[in-house]
């Protein structure tokens, strides 16, 4: 393996590098490298080398290329797999890959494609061309780091908003509750007032739900479960949301055939995906209609199920692979559905290590589906 033989600070302004670029040369035949190196020696980049594939792949934080020079034909990982996994992975999928290879079949350039390769470059290698396919993929890396810096920037600003709503939204719903406890109020005013509280309260539940998406996502919210009892819990929940559902004359029942009397579970987090659940199917449920949730184990007892069925207008099937996307409408007519609460309920899934999918329930209605691992590490 042959250290880079330039090396310099990383410099990033919003996510931006402003340093000399680094180009990761892996091949097998230290000659090859050799060659390559040279000929990108006009350019003044940073380089590195890797022998094999898989060291390639262990470097790649190490070297933070911004342009990976990937020989096919190597003895352990090809370089179809070696681009595959790279591809396959968050953190490096942007970088783009120029494949270096003496194979020329269509076969095999669709083999390449398929992997996510970007670029190709045949052998021998020239040198002019070498360079012109290296400034190109060194532009669309710089856009894409230009992308991912506005992004940010914007998802920084959407959190610092989304936080310093909570007081003034606090401070709104505590003089509508003082309002309301007025003796003298009119009954117009009465209802203005109601009707402000009760959608600042929903404008808290979204604030909320955002703040905690965001901690999630980032990571910057570890789970804490401890053993509590899954029956308890949604009980304690659809007990909470029975007003609603007798307000709207839809009826409530829970199910718990097999259910576990303990699991590990976040259960602040698991409570707000078991409410979002409910709410969502009472919301659409229509009247004279049933709620049904049901609790038990599934995948032979390593995961615990719990399932809500609802009689409303169900979820087309061509809309339920995206139902749980963030900001989701499934309706632009009806923006009552937003797919937060629903993206919320399968970011808590998957921390928990399990998933969360949408069916129908026949003749009429949809049924979502929750299944939470269990880790083996912490105490049924």
């Known amino acids: ?72 034909m190597m003895p352990d990982l090809d370089g179809f797999e070696v681009c595959r996994r790279l591809k396959a992975d968050a953190a490096w999928r942007h970088v783009p890959v120029i494949l270096v290879t003496a194979l020329t079949q269509k076969e095999h350039l669709v083999r390449g494609l398929d992997a996510g390769a970007d670029e190709f470059l045949c052998k021998p290698v020239g040198g002019v061309e070498l360079r012109a396919r290296v400034r190109s993929m060194l532009r669309v890396k710089r856009q894409m780091d230009e992308l991912a810096a506005a992004l940010e920037l914007r998802e920084d600003l959407a959190r610092m908003i989304v936080h310093d709503l909570r007081n003034p939204l606090s401070a709104i719903g505590g003089h509508a509750e003082l309002m309301l406890a007025r003796d003298d109020l009119s009954e117009p005013a009465r209802r203005h007032a109601a009707a402000v509280h009760s959608q600042t309260g929903r404008l808290e539940t979204l ?17 804490r479960r401890d053993a509590c009892d899954p029956r308890q819990l949604v009980r304690d929940v659809t007990e909470g949301l029975r007003v609603v559902a007798e307000a709207k004359g839809i009826g409530l029942r829970v199910e718990a055939p097999g259910a576990p009397d303990v699991w590990p579970l976040d259960r602040p987090l698991v409570q707000r995906l078991v409410e979002n659940l409910l709410t969502n199917a009472l919301r659409h449920g229509p009247q004279g209609s049933a709620v049904t949730v049901t609790l038990d184990l599934a995948a032979n007892g390593t995961r615990l199920r719990l399932r809500v069925a609802d009689q409303g207008p169900g979820v087309p099937e061509g809309q339920r692979a995206r139902i749980f996307d963030k900001y989701e409408v499934l309706d632009p007519h009806d923006r009552r559905r937003f797919g937060l609460g629903l993206y919320l309920c399968r970011t808590v899934a998957e921390a928990h290590g399990g998933h969360v999918a949408v069916g129908a329930n026949a003749p009429r209605g949809a049924v979502f589906t929750v299944e939470l691992g269990r880790p083996e590490e912490v105490p049924a």
Not at 3 to 27: C, H, K, M, N, Q
Not at 33 to 45: F, G, K, S
Not at 207 to 223: A, P, Q
Request: proline share 7%.
């Open 207 to 223: 604030v909320n739900e955002l703040l905690l998406v965001s901690k999630l996502e980032d990571g910057r919210m570890r789970l």
């Open 1 to 72: 393996m042959t250290e880079p033989r330039r090396r310099s600070a990383r410099l990033r302004i919003s996510g931006a590098r402003v340093a000399r670029p680094t180009v990761l040369i892996v091949d097998d035949d230290p000659a090859a490298r050799d060659v390559i190196d040279a000929l990108l020696l006009p350019e003044d980049y940073l380089t590195a080398h890797a022998e094999r594939g898989a060291e390639a792949l262990a470097r790649l934080p190490e070297v933070d290329p911004d342009v990976v020079l990937l020989d096919v």
